[in-house]
């Protein structure tokens, strides 16, 4: 019987078409990775006016019908206590001059501890945590992980760690619609964050890594541990 072309060319359409979506899938990728870069260009000189975690946070808001107000206020590094700034590198990355962008010594501790059966402890670094604020909000994928591991050499070159610092002192999260350390002294002590003392600085630092469920005034025991660390790093 003679063979039917219809059928041998069902089979090339759809390779073709897998090849085309794939194409331009890794195009539409490629192109969104420079834009996330040149944004960090971008960022050296001008403050961010929003944040991917902002953004996410006020859309979560309103699928559930809930109410929100977002308080973001950008101020300079140094419109922001020397103490606060301290006491936030100790809590979240107490090696953040050392390193180029990833602490591959609290990596290694960290994978070691998951593996023991242990409470995994957070290798992220400042400079990891900032661009996953700016971009990627608090979701977790194997794509926005490689995404983010890529940008963040980018921001480590063109930024700094002076603006790295001190774009993510301003855009983290540290309440419910809460965001950047002036919001977050205003919110929690009514000053502004020139004037946060070091008790109020570790208090608020022992926040960060669970924002929607700690409060400065429960975090006696961690705010300690970040003052010792301070102490121990010279601050």
Same mark, same amino acid.
């Given at each position: 019987?003679?063979?039917?072309?219809?059928?041998?060319?069902?089979?090339?359409?759809?390779?073709?078409?897998?090849?085309?979506?794939?194409?331009?899938?890794?195009?539409?990728?490629?192109?969104?990775?420079?834009?996330?870069?040149?944004?960090?260009?971008?960022?050296?000189?001008?403050?961010?006016?929003?944040?991917?975690?902002?953004?996410?946070?006020?859309?979560?808001?309103?699928?559930?019908?809930?109410?929100?107000?977002?308080?973001?206020?950008?101020?300079?590094?140094?419109?922001?206590?020397?103490?606060?700034?301290?006491?936030?590198?100790?809590?979240?990355?107490?090696?953040?001059?050392?390193?180029?962008?990833?602490?591959?010594?609290?990596?290694?501790?960290?994978?070691?501890?998951?593996?023991?059966?242990?409470? =995994? !402890?957070? +290798?992220?670094?400042? $400079?990891?945590?900032? %661009?996953?604020? @700016?971009?990627? *909000?608090?979701? #977790?994928?194997? =794509? !926005?992980? +490689?995404?983010?591991? $890529?940008?963040?050499? %980018?921001?480590? @070159?063109?930024? *700094?760690?002076? #603006?790295?610092?001190?774009?993510?002192?301003?855009?983290?999260?540290?309440?419910?619609?809460?965001?950047?350390?002036?919001?977050?002294? #205003?919110?929690?002590?009514?000053?502004?964050?020139?004037?946060?003392?070091?008790?109020?600085?570790?208090?608020?630092?022992?926040?960060?890594?669970?924002?929607?469920?700690?409060?400065?005034?429960?975090?006696?025991?961690?705010?300690?541990?970040?003052?010792?660390?301070?102490?121990?790093?010279?601050?």
């Amino acid at each position: 019987m003679p063979e039917n072309p219809d059928a041998q060319r069902k089979p090339l359409l759809r390779k073709g078409t897998l090849r085309f979506v794939v194409l331009w899938s890794l195009v539409g990728l490629a192109l969104l990775w420079f834009l996330a870069a040149l944004t960090l260009v971008a960022v050296r000189w001008i403050n961010p006016p929003t944040a991917a975690v902002h953004i996410e946070r006020h859309w979560q808001a309103w699928i559930s019908n809930k109410p929100y107000q977002e308080r973001y206020e950008f101020v300079p590094l140094s419109q922001i206590s020397p103490d606060f700034q301290h006491a936030v590198i100790a809590a979240e990355d107490a090696r953040f001059y050392q390193h180029h962008g990833f602490d591959w010594h609290a990596i290694q501790i960290a994978a070691e501890d998951d593996m023991q059966g242990g409470r =995994l !402890r957070g +290798g992220s670094t400042i $400079t990891q945590q900032l %661009v996953k604020n @700016l971009f990627f *909000g608090t979701g #977790r994928s194997i =794509l !926005r992980k +490689g995404a983010e591991l $890529t940008l963040v050499p %980018v921001a480590e @070159l063109v930024l *700094g760690k002076r #603006r790295i610092l001190e774009l993510y002192l301003n855009v983290v999260e540290w309440g419910p619609g809460v965001y950047g350390a002036e919001s977050a002294s #205003r919110y929690y002590y009514r000053i502004s964050a020139r004037s946060i003392d070091r008790d109020e600085a570790a208090r608020l630092a022992a926040i960060l890594p669970s924002p929607l469920k700690r409060r400065p005034d429960r975090m006696n025991h961690y705010s300690e541990l970040i003052e010792e660390r301070m102490r121990q790093m010279g601050w």
